[in-house]
């Protein structure tokens, strides 16, 4: 029977669903924000290096905030972590609103980005402290389905609220309402103690982390990470003249993600992290390749293949940390996830650059319009097929390592007693 150690006296329903409440916080705050990208370049006159410089504050500081809430979510315990992602969230949001141009996005986005990084830190090690193997995995899969759940409905929310002309500052006040329902649904509980003994100490997380198949798989998230936040955050600049409407192509790409996710235990349970990851990064580099070739209606397959190979990124990457390198910890936890959220950050004006450049190439080549457009588009995407390309190679590896890897299993690890923070 498997041993689950949440404190008696807390509410571990409400405590997951405001946990999904949360992470679909950082979802509007990511489909929404892509949504009026555009706009933004054009109201405050920025390139598209300038946008990237912005987007990569919503990726540094999730990391940063990561790598803290890690380091002392067994001291200070998860409630307060995610008291101060209300804060940042709330005053993120109102920021971005009343920004004034560029240097005001750069702060809002950061403080959006600090919100979201101590949602992973706090709920990520909560719900694996709830339950072990299958379950645990089916409850990551399931938390980790309201991201893209959260972008379908963002993505939709954006899609209308342009076509009615009701403006970017009232996209990026719907990103609010969720703030508010997870504070809701934390005020007052209980959260649970580790269920590893070792899992609750620096040193012991340290001596994990440092071993290879930790660091081997800090790496791959680099990789995963960029392969899914490289395409989406970007969908509304590169496929826009794709003769496809790019929100509606996140949006579907988004609710496959969400479906699969739902689901994804029992992948994980039949196939084990390291097969589904290894399909995963299959797919995606064909998605990827399709999306920077095809054109019209047709792109909408592009989008499926892709979707169905990032789906199983980010929650399984984690599942692999809290199941086969346990006494890493929360901290463990997050800080693969705030390598991988680091890394993508870094990327982000450099995909930015690669947009510019390939619209002077493509204006060179005498192509205007739509056409310019187009190829500059196509051109990025071919650029981030790379990285899937590379996760393919590294998950082949890690399929024939894991082979050999023996691992204890969390429920023979010495269970602490469950008590509140």
């Known amino acids: 029977m ?54 990569s504050m919503w990726f540094f500081g ?3 905030a990561m790598i803290i809430g890690g380091l002392t979510y067994h001291t200070i315990g998860p409630k307060k972590i995610m008291q101060f992602a209300f804060f940042a969230h709330t005053l993120g949001i109102i920021l971005t609103i009343y920004s004034g141009g560029y240097w005001g996005l750069i702060l809002s986005t950061l403080l959006i ?29 399931r938390f980790h389905m309201w991201f893209p759940g959260g972008l379908v409905i963002g993505s939709l929310i954006s899609y209308f609220m342009i076509k009615a002309n009701l403006g970017w500052q009232a ?24 269920r590893v003994q070792e899992a609750a100490t620096i ?33 509304t600049l590169v496929l826009d003249k794709s003769g496809a409407d790019p929100l509606l192509i996140m949006a579907l790409i988004f609710g496959i993600m ?63 940390v809290a199941e086969k390198i346990p006494k890493s ?25 690669w947009i510019d450049s390939a619209r002077e190439k493509a204006l060179a080549m005498g192509l205007t319009g739509d056409e310019l457009e187009l190829a500059a588009g196509q051109n990025t995407l071919q650029n981030l097929i790379t990285f899937p390309a590379i996760l393919i190679v590294l998950f082949i ?11 204890k299993n969390a429920p023979h690890e010495e269970v602490m007693p469950a008590t509140e923070y």
Request: charged share 10%; hydrophobic share 50%.
């Open 203 to 235: 040193k012991g997380n340290l001596k994990a982390m440092a071993s290879p198949l930790f660091i081997f798989i800090a790496i791959c998230m680099m990789f995963t990470a960029i392969s899914e936040f490289g395409p989406t955050q970007w969908a």
């Open 397 to 407: 590896i890690l399929l024939f390592w894991a082979k050999k890897l023996r691992v």
């Open 2 to 55: 498997e041993n689950t150690t949440i404190a008696p006296a807390a509410n571990t329903n409400r405590l997951f669903y405001g946990s999904c409440f949360a992470l679909i916080t950082t979802a509007f705050s990511f489909s929404l924000r892509a949504g009026v990208l555009p706009e933004l370049g054009e109201v405050f006159d920025l390139t598209a290096k300038q946008l990237g410089e912005i987007n």
């Open 258 to 320: 969400a479906i699969g996710r739902y689901f994804g235990g029992e992948f994980v349970h039949k196939f084990d992290q390291t097969g589904v990851l290894l399909g995963s990064a299959v797919l995606t580099a064909a998605g990827i390749f399709l999306l920077s070739t095809l054109t019209g209606s047709i792109v909408y397959l592009g989008a499926i293949v892709f979707a169905l190979g990032v789906c199983f990124f980010w929650p399984n990457m984690i599942g692999f």
């Open 171 to 194: 996209q990026i006040w719907i990103i609010l309402v969720p703030t508010l329902i997870y504070a809701y649904f934390f005020f007052g509980q209980t959260f649970p103690k580790p």
């Open 62 to 64: 999730f990391p940063i």
């Open 113 to 141: 980005g600090l919100g979201n990084g101590c949602t992973e830190a706090a709920c990520n090690p909560m719900i694996a402290d709830s339950a072990t193997g299958k379950r645990m995995n089916t409850l990551l899969n």
């Open 329 to 353: 910890g929360a901290l463990g936890m997050s800080v693969v996830g705030a390598i991988g959220m680091f890394f993508t950050g870094n990327l982000q004006p450099i995909i930015g650059g």
